[in-house]
């Protein structure tokens, strides 16, 4: 069941939007794809909805085929875009009773699988959609994507642009769902919300770099990289690029990340650089390792 | 500094410049004035008072209080509908307040919004130049928008293309550009006529890391420059970035102070659970 994708590209006149992607979701995985905008995960997402046909390859969801099987694809699954498509001008509850109504279901039939997020809206049940918070639109659109009990679940971005508290959240929700039963495949550009996936799939301009569990992924980055820090951040990245044999440096919260050639790099001889460049409060110590890192020098 | 000075001219002299003291001389006398400047303005180029905005009975910002300094990377961060566009809009002169007082780069943004906005740049989370527009039309309108001359329209055009490296697609469309390069160019479009402040309303949302990082460095060089940034942002590790931050909760500020002071007050490692903390408290 769940999810397998083999070897589908789509282009679209001359840009290739995805290319060559082989992927397998097990049933009941909550699977992330992890990439910035622009990296295709959209069109993988509609794809694998029936919304769009690939130029090659085939899929499969919840045991149908994407091409010969829409129908049934379409009643198996929920997907919930990134772009927010509900009513706006119809309320909360006209919503939610619509999309049930569409997939010949009703609210009372699952409110079980919805209750949790519902219950946080339902004081504004006889708002319009257009004019419910950002947070609300997205618990929304997730109430109307799950009332007719899908098996797999598609969520493109659903936190962009999203607040760190209403994000964390979510993630909560999701896992629920998870445990529900419901395989999930969920796209996001905030690298820290890969490690709360059981399996990623980082991808870039249309290619899948690496698939793997997150903690694999750290676990296998073999390179060594430093906190460094100094009381000019600006002056620091400039400086730091310009040490000798520096492979890559990055602002990194209220660190900056460094990466040297070198096997044989001494901190201590940073440490002298950095001095001499006038740099004070000056901090250097191994970094723990995350996927945004890894990302980037993917 | 003295012998600095002559370490320096005796360098340039083997460089083969037959004046070398004249330049060097001056570009000393540059620094010392513009270190002297920094320390002469730390002047304040927004000032909020008791700020307020009503919407019938719902109140969005309730007399929010707070100072930015000129050159200072100010991160105005907040939940989703804490009231964070709404007071943004009050400061750049398109939405009136319903109570309070705001100074805007010299100007009253109650009577004076026209010279506000001629003061400020803005940058939207929505990308909102012309797509069907190439890059360098795009420049020529929003300079022309902002009174530039044709000379230095051209001029401008000329200068950006070379800092973002766009010389390749500068005829291209600019919707056919990728999120991260629109992103860069909005910030630049959003300088064109020098402003003393700048306004980036969530500039990095979905950006690819390195990119957002590529900008984040474009941000620090123009606030080195002396202009100030005022920017929000959902990403945490970004508020790190700037000199001073400020939360706001359900429409009042709970919290303003420099990252490392918040972190300190709240007794946690990172800027993101100062924020969990701040706004699960209120809940």
Redesign the interface.
């Known amino acids: 069941m769940g999810i397998a994708v083999n070897n589908i590209s789509k282009s679209y006149k001359k840009i290739k939007a995805v290319e060559n992607i082989s992927f397998n979701v097990n049933d009941g995985e909550l699977f992330g794809l992890i990439g910035p905008d622009g990296a295709g995960k959209t069109t993988i997402f509609r794809i694998l909805t029936t919304l769009l046909v690939a130029n090659e390859g085939s899929a499969v969801v919840a045991g149908f085929d994407v091409i010969k099987q829409l129908k049934e694809i379409r009643n198996a699954v929920g997907y919930m875009p990134g772009k927010f498509s509900l009513y706006q001008d119809l309320t909360v509850e006209e919503n939610l009773h619509f999309f049930a109504t569409i997939f010949g279901t009703t609210i009372e039939e699952n409110y079980d699988l919805i209750k949790d997020i519902y219950i946080q809206i339902q004081p504004f049940k006889d708002r319009r959609a257009g004019a419910l918070s950002g947070g609300m639109k997205q618990k929304l659109a997730l109430c109307c994507a799950l009332i007719h009990a899908p098996k797999v679940l598609f969520l493109d971005e659903p936190t962009t642009g999203v607040d760190p508290v209403s994000r964390k959240e979510f993630w909560i929700m999701l896992k629920r769902l998870q445990k529900k039963g419901i395989t999930i495949l969920v796209s996001t550009p905030y690298m820290d919300e890969a490690s709360l996936c059981d399996r990623i799939a980082l991808i870039q301009k249309g290619k899948i770099l690496k698939i793997d569990s997150p903690e694999n992924i750290i676990n296998n980055y073999e390179k060594v990289i430093y906190d460094v820090q100094a009381k000019n951040t600006h002056g620091l990245i400039h400086d730091l690029k310009n040490y000798p044999n520096q492979y890559s440096v990055y602002a990194f919260g209220e660190f900056v990340h460094y990466i040297d050639k070198l096997a044989t790099f001494n901190p201590t001889d940073l440490q002298t650089y950095l001095k001499n460049k006038n740099h004070t409060d000056i901090i250097i110590k191994p970094a723990t390792i995350t996927i945004e890192d890894v990302f980037m020098d993917l | 500094m003295f012998s600095w000075i002559c370490k320096s001219i005796s360098d340039y002299k083997s460089q083969g410049f037959s004046k070398p003291w004249r330049f060097e001389l001056n570009k000393k006398l540059c620094d010392f004035v513009s270190s002297w400047q920094i320390i002469m303005e730390k002047e304040k180029i927004i000032t909020v008072k008791n700020l307020t905005k009503k919407f019938g009975n719902f109140t969005a910002v309730k007399g929010i209080s707070f100072d930015v300094y000129k050159g200072e990377i100010f991160g105005f961060l907040?939940?989703?509908?804490?009231g964070k566009t709404t007071a943004m809009k009050m400061l750049i002169g398109i939405s009136n307040p319903t109570s309070g007082e705001a100074n805007v780069a010299g100007f009253d943004v109650h009577t004076q919004t026209n010279m506000v906005k001629k003061s400020i740049g803005y940058m939207s989370?929505k990308f909102s130049m012309y797509d069907d527009l190439t890059i360098k039309e795009n420049i020529t309108f929003f300079g022309g928008i902002y009174g530039l001359s044709r000379s230095q329209i051209k001029q401008k055009i000329t200068q950006l293309v070379e800092e973002l490296e766009l010389q390749e697609v500068a005829n291209n469309l600019v919707g056919s550009l990728?999120?991260?390069w629109k992103q860069k160019l909005s910030f630049s479009v959003a300088l064109l006529h020098e402003p003393k402040i700048v306004f980036l309303d969530?500039p990095t949302?979905?950006?690819?890391?390195?990119?957002r990082?590529q900008f984040?460095?474009m941000i620090?060089?123009q606030a080195?420059k002396g202009t100030t940034i005022f920017v929000t942002t959902?990403?945490?590790?970004e508020a790190?970035?700037c000199d001073r931050v400020s939360i706001m909760v359900d429409g009042t500020i709970e919290a303003l102070d420099t990252?490392?002071n918040l972190k300190k007050q709240f007794n946690v490692e990172?800027?993101?659970d100062v924020?969990?903390k701040l706004?699960?408290n209120i809940e």
Do not use: C
């Open positions: 907040g939940a989703n509908g804490a989370q990728p999120l991260g969530e949302g979905g950006v690819d890391p390195i990119t990082r984040w460095e620090y060089t080195y959902h990403y945490m590790d790190e970035y990252p490392k990172a800027m993101n924020f969990l706004a699960r």
